[in-house]
């Protein structure tokens, strides 16, 4: 199971790749929109950036509420310019020399704000689009990107070490994802940092019963897995 301790909410990233970590700042807001726009063009991922930009606002309400229900952590580099329309973080300069956002990734701390409740098999139910709920207990990691132009720095394994160091913090067990089962970089990156497919994928139950009937479960495009945190 997991829970809540307190944590501190808002912790800093973890270092490496060239770039200093941290937390989303309102200012940087439309950085990182451009951010995940850019990094899932082209891919089942894409959304206008519109919705991209109402899902980071959602998020940081969930970072504003006590405790946080969420957290956005970021990369910056220094050799980053803004790709924000005037008003964003537009150099350097206004950073401390850390640059302006390249990379993002968030966890939420009661993964319901995504999926919604929790269904009536364990881990929950499939949803429309084929994506399995996280185990009961379970913070979740969504939306890691980097910007093409700074990706293969080192920036995503740094922004992965931040949100498990904030997880513990908070006091959870476990945390879980969804990655797409056509990008094996990215599958690389989370088996390499101790992620596992979920069990019942692997094994074959339910959810593998649903795939073979409605495209559901363990036959959908993505992959749910879980990093044990003890």
Same mark, same amino acid.
């Given at each position: 199971?997991?829970?809540?301790?307190?944590?501190?909410?808002?912790?800093?990233?973890?270092?490496?790749?060239?770039?200093?970590?941290?937390?989303?700042?309102? &200012?940087?807001? +439309?950085?990182?929109?451009? #951010?995940?726009? @850019?990094? !899932?063009?082209?891919?089942?991922?894409?959304?206008?950036?519109?919705?991209? @930009?109402?899902?980071?606002?959602?998020?940081?309400?969930?970072?504003? +509420?006590?405790?946080?229900?969420? #957290?956005?952590?970021?990369? @910056?580099?220094?050799?980053?310019?803004?790709?924000?329309?005037?008003?964003? #973080?537009?150099?350097?300069?206004?950073?401390?020399?850390?640059g302006v956002v390249i990379g993002v990734a968030s966890v939420f701390?009661?993964?319901?704000?995504? !999926?919604?409740?929790?269904?009536?098999?364990?881990?929950?139910?499939?949803?429309?689009?084929?994506?399995?709920?996280?185990?009961?207990?379970?913070?979740?990691?969504? %939306?890691?990107?980097?910007?093409?132009? !700074?990706?293969? @720095?080192?920036?995503?394994?740094?922004?992965?070490?931040? &949100? #498990?160091?904030? &997880?513990?913090?908070?006091?959870?067990?476990?945390?879980?994802?969804?990655?797409?089962?056509?990008?094996?970089?990215?599958?690389?990156?989370?088996?390499?940092?101790?992620?596992?497919?979920?069990?019942? +994928?692997?094994? /074959?139950?339910?959810?593998?019963?649903?795939? +073979?009937?409605?495209?559901? /479960?363990?036959?959908?495009?993505?992959?749910?897995? %879980?990093?044990?945190? %003890?």
């Amino acid at each position: 199971g997991g829970g809540r301790r307190g944590g501190r909410g808002a912790a800093g990233a973890a270092g490496g790749g060239g770039g200093a970590g941290g937390v989303l700042a309102e &200012a940087e807001a +439309e950085d990182a929109a451009q #951010v995940l726009t @850019r990094a !899932f063009s082209g891919t089942p991922q894409q959304e206008p950036i519109a919705v991209v @930009r109402d899902a980071i606002r959602r998020t940081m309400g969930y970072m504003a +509420e006590s405790p946080p229900a969420a #957290v956005m952590f970021t990369r @910056r580099d220094p050799a980053a310019r803004s790709r924000a329309p005037a008003g964003g #973080v537009q150099s350097p300069a206004e950073t401390g020399g850390e640059g302006v956002v390249i990379g993002v990734a968030s966890v939420f701390f009661c993964p319901a704000l995504i !999926f919604g409740p929790i269904g009536l098999f364990p881990g929950g139910e499939p949803d429309e689009k084929g994506f399995k709920s996280p185990p009961l207990g379970a913070c979740y990691l969504s %939306n890691m990107a980097v910007d093409p132009d !700074f990706q293969r @720095r080192g920036h995503a394994r740094a922004l992965l070490a931040a &949100a #498990v160091e904030e &997880a513990q913090s908070q006091g959870f067990s476990v945390m879980s994802l969804h990655v797409d089962r056509g990008d094996p970089a990215a599958t690389a990156l989370y088996r390499s940092s101790g992620f596992v497919e979920d069990s019942d +994928e692997q094994m /074959g139950g339910f959810f593998a019963m649903l795939g +073979e009937l409605s495209g559901l /479960g363990s036959q959908s495009s993505h992959m749910l897995m %879980n990093l044990d945190l %003890n």
